[in-house]
């Protein structure tokens, strides 16, 4: 049986918690100076296929300048903290934005990214993370409880393997869909062409 690691162990990655952003969006009719804009990655903008509809990111004034530590960089992953717990990889197109308190930045440090991509996304890790809020008030994740997942310990080949096919799935999911709204494309197509 492979060993497990905390997803807080140093050795894995760094967990940072978001941005409240009350303390930092400016409110212009009240007088708050803008001092930049920023687009924020807020929870429905972290799709289950492990993506970011950067199409969608709101984009925020600020009367303050937003803590780096909150800024995605490509390779952050990051991860809503409310059910269903989904996660994605930030890509370059969604690297600079700000994350809210209601997310969480995961910095890999010596784990496979697209390895702990996969294994956030499995059914296990959430059955993890919903163990870590049962019985409370709030089922809100904390950073601290999200820093208690246990994950596998497996050796940097394995993690390659795995996070390999991890992606090679996402892709061809990504791929089904595309087939799927083509076809619906080309049945609104015939129908619009008989009914003329």
Do not use: H, W
């Amino acid at each position: 049986m492979l060993n497990t690691v905390k997803l807080n162990d140093k050795r894995i990655s760094t967990i940072i918690g978001g941005q409240i952003m009350t303390r930092l969006t400016a409110k212009e009719e009240s007088g708050d100076p803008v001092v930049e804009e920023r687009r924020i990655i807020i929870p429905k903008c972290i799709l289950s296929d492990g993506t970011i509809d950067v199409n969608e990111l709101p984009v925020e004034k600020l009367k303050a300048t937003a803590d780096e530590k909150k800024i995605t960089k490509v390779g952050d992953i990051v991860i809503k903290l409310s059910t269903p717990y989904d996660s994605a990889i930030v890509t370059e197109e969604a690297a600079g934005c700000l994350v809210p308190s209601f997310c969480a930045i995961i910095r890999c440090n010596e784990i496979n990214k697209e390895y702990l991509q996969a294994f956030l996304s499995t059914t296990g890790c959430k059955n993890q993370l919903k163990n870590q809020v049962a019985g409370a008030v709030m089922t809100i994740l904390s950073v601290g409880k999200l820093g208690n997942v246990d994950v596998p310990d497996a050796d940097e080949a394995t993690q390659r393997k795995i996070g390999q096919g991890y992606i090679q799935t996402q892709e061809k999911i990504a791929a089904l869909k595309r087939i799927v709204e083509l076809e619906a494309k080309r049945n609104d197509i015939i129908f619009k062409e008989l009914v003329k």
